[in-house]
């Protein structure tokens, strides 16, 4: 047998020797904060962006500035990709252009194909009115016209 100093001992203490203590507040106040970050950021986006009212209004008379300003292209790309594959950009005037100037008049909630989409109404400079199906597709995009 040797003797001597050892490094280490036979028995090492035990670690934790103290009774466990219990954070439940931290637990609450983490989950919490994160709640009210996540609240804030939904609050946020509405306030830089919009309601989806709000971008369909203002993607709706874009579109019709471009179509009066015979600027196909920038109305073209304000299209869904569903419009974008049935249309050419030449064609998009004669579908989409009443009696210009056109007008917007209202918007609301509707339901296309199960799908939650944006309802604008245009009153064209004749008197007739046209109802613009706005879609969220990585943005605002026009994806349909009837007439009223």
Same mark, same amino acid.
């Given at each position: 047998?040797?003797?001597?100093?050892?490094?280490?001992?036979?028995?090492?203490? =035990? #670690?934790?020797?103290?009774?466990?203590?219990?954070?439940?507040?931290?637990?609450?106040?983490?989950?919490?904060?994160?709640?009210?970050?996540?609240?804030?950021?939904?609050?946020?986006?509405?306030?830089?962006?919009?309601? =989806?009212?709000?971008?369909?209004?203002?993607?709706?008379?874009?579109?019709?500035?471009?179509? %009066?300003?015979?600027?196909?292209?920038?109305?073209?790309?304000? #299209?869904?990709?569903?419009?974008?594959?049935?249309?050419?950009?030449?064609?998009?005037?004669?579908?989409?252009?009443?009696?210009?100037?056109?007008?917007?008049? /209202?918007?609301?909630?509707?339901?296309?194909?199960?799908?939650?989409?944006?309802?604008?109404?245009?009153?064209?400079?004749? /008197?007739?009115?046209? %109802?613009?199906?706005?879609?969220?597709?990585?943005? =605002?995009?026009?994806?349909?016209?009837?007439?009223?």
């Amino acid at each position: 047998m040797t003797t001597g100093p050892f490094l280490y001992d036979d028995d090492p203490a =035990p #670690l934790h020797t103290g009774t466990p203590r219990r954070r439940h507040g931290l637990l609450l106040a983490l989950f919490a904060g994160t709640v009210l970050v996540a609240l804030g950021m939904v609050a946020a986006l509405y306030l830089v962006r919009g309601t =989806p009212g709000e971008q369909a209004r203002e993607v709706v008379g874009v579109f019709l500035a471009a179509l %009066e300003q015979d600027d196909t292209e920038t109305a073209y790309g304000l #299209l869904c990709e569903v419009e974008r594959a049935r249309l050419a950009p030449d064609e998009v005037a004669g579908e989409y252009e009443g009696a210009a100037p056109g007008e917007i008049v /209202g918007t609301e909630k509707a339901e296309v194909d199960g799908g939650a989409v944006q309802a604008v109404r245009v009153r064209w400079d004749d /008197g007739a009115e046209s %109802e613009f199906v706005v879609l969220s597709e990585s943005g =605002p995009h026009v994806c349909g016209t009837s007439q009223g």
